[in-house]
């Protein structure tokens, strides 16, 4: 296993590494697998990559995010027109059903509701804000509301997650109750997890996934 300095060093090299963030001072504390980021940063974009960034590298269990967005004064924008460029990036994105999400915008900080079919609409509405300048933050309180009752198989799902070759599903456990799918057990990253979700929301009829599954990327080395 990784000593805590090792991973920390890891984890400031893969923040260094991205373009957006080289010049960013991001400071870094590792703690048996468990990741703080503390500093500020002058956009929410670059807070969001120091965060993927830091999921990536191999033997971070878990990230406690403590950076600050401080937007530059020239960059500050009022509510209002954040608002106004919330909605114009949800008319531009094809995927994104605009009628049916609601925006609210406080000192900088956009919180987004509604219902929505698919998770990946109310992903994609997060996502389009993040890159929006005088953006501080974004709260997602978007619903699935699904269109289908069809019955949720699990096998289906066991099946799906089986096909996609990054994920190592063998200590990875599906359980379905109603709309919701539990996945539990063991992955060896961060990024796994994340996959491993994201498939389980691509099923008909999901309104909600527990994502429970723990990160233990030498679990496959002992096995």
Do not use: C
């Amino acid at each position: 296993m990784k000593s805590n300095s090792e991973l920390q060093r890891d984890v400031q090299n893969a923040i260094s590494w991205e373009p957006l963030l080289h010049a960013a001072e991001i400071g870094v504390i590792a703690n048996d697998g468990i990741i703080t980021l503390t500093g500020e940063v002058d956009t929410y974009s670059k807070k969001i990559e120091a965060e993927n960034a830091t999921k990536n590298v191999i033997g971070v269990k878990a990230i406690v995010e403590k950076i600050e967005v401080k937007l530059p004064n020239s960059w500050v924008k009022s509510d209002s027109d954040v608002a106004q460029e919330v909605l114009l990036a949800f008319k531009s994105h094809f995927s994104i059903p605009d009628q049916s999400i609601k925006v609210k915008v406080e000192n900088g900080w956009v919180t987004i509701d509604g219902e929505v079919t698919w998770n990946y609409q109310s992903e994609a509405a997060k996502n389009v804000i993040t890159y929006l300048p005088g953006v501080k933050g974004v709260t997602n309180n978007i619903k699935i509301k699904t269109e289908t009752d069809d019955l949720i198989e699990k096998r289906s799902i066991e099946e799906a997650i089986a096909r996609n070759w990054s994920i190592n599903h063998t200590d990875l456990k599906v359980s379905v109750s109603g709309n919701t799918v539990t996945l539990s057990g063991i992955v060896d990253s961060w990024r796994q997890k994340e996959d491993a979700a994201r498939i389980a929301w691509n099923t008909p009829g999901i309104k909600h996934v527990v994502n429970d599954l723990e990160v233990d990327y030498y679990h496959a080395l002992r096995h």
